[in-house]
């Protein structure tokens, strides 16, 4: 997929470490031609980002809340002084108490619920609205990320579960708000992946076990793989793909039943 993406340029939230399925599409991005911008949140997480922004020709970072709408503006200001257009964005932001990713969904509190459900969902259509004026001429591309306990129930993935719900049909509604103006919005949903926010969820490492001994692959899902995907959605080829939750899981959301040696 080598200049797949030569001459786009792009946005990309929520890269955590070089393990994160963000970093796997920057990466994938990069290798296909593009000229990334990175977002992320805090000191700490921004001397992580950093080496890993520059090893993909990258000096564009900035720091960002996007639970303010203040921090947002400012953001986006700077990415607009900077670039007049751009060509894709890619969402890659979840949070949610730890402590409440373990034991009954029941006991949700009602203030992580709201919290979990603003920086999990909502903020896509925070940023897709401040994206919206840098794509309306030549249109362009939003990518989010979910996963299958959005529509199965996931032991211990409680609020996750109904955040991605919630992402999943903002996706839909999105995608035809901004389909005139030539914007697509999809989502990407990967199987259990080793990542820093996939281990907070309680059991994560049997979960990840299981899924990769029952699906039709036999494999869960690499950075690479999620990463290609990315680059297909933000590429001339996917310029009619929109609204849509494209599953990179090795088939396991086709099963009804685990692999018979699995039972």
């Known amino acids: 997929m080598s200049n797949t993406l030569t001459g786009k340029r792009g946005l990309i939230m929520g890269v955590a470490n070089d393990r994160s399925i963000a970093w796997g599409i920057a990466r994938a991005m990069h290798e296909a031609g593009a000229e990334l911008a990175f977002t992320h949140q805090g000191e700490a997480f921004g001397k992580r980002l950093e080496p890993l922004a520059q090893s993909v020709g990258s000096d564009f970072m900035v720091d960002v809340d996007v639970t303010d709408d203040a921090s947002l503006d400012a953001a986006f200001e700077q990415l607009a002084a900077r670039w007049p257009s751009i060509d894709f964005l890619v969402h890659a932001i979840a949070f949610s108490d730890k402590s409440e990713l373990t034991g009954r969904f029941l006991n949700t509190s009602r203030a992580n619920f709201k919290h979990s459900l603003d920086i999990s969902a909502y903020s896509f259509i925070e940023v897709a609205r401040r994206a919206h004026p840098l794509m309306r001429e030549n249109g362009g591309t939003l990518i989010t990320l979910t996963y299958q306990g959005s529509n199965r129930v996931v032991p211990n993935y409680n609020v996750m ?103």
């Open 161 to 263: 579960g109904v955040a991605k719900a919630a992402l999943e049909s903002i996706t839909r509604y999105l995608a035809n708000d901004l389909g005139p103006d030539g914007i697509r919005v999809n989502a990407i949903s990967p199987g259990p992946m080793r990542t820093l926010a996939g281990a907070a969820i309680g059991g994560a490492r049997k979960t990840y076990k299981y899924t990769e001994a029952n699906t039709p692959l036999r494999r869960n899902a690499t950075l690479e793989a999620v990463g290609g995907t990315a680059v297909y959605l933000v590429s001339d080829a996917g310029e009619f793909t929109t609204g849509e939750i494209i599953r990179v899981d090795g088939g396991y959301h086709v099963l009804g039943m685990p692999q018979p040696e699995s039972m």
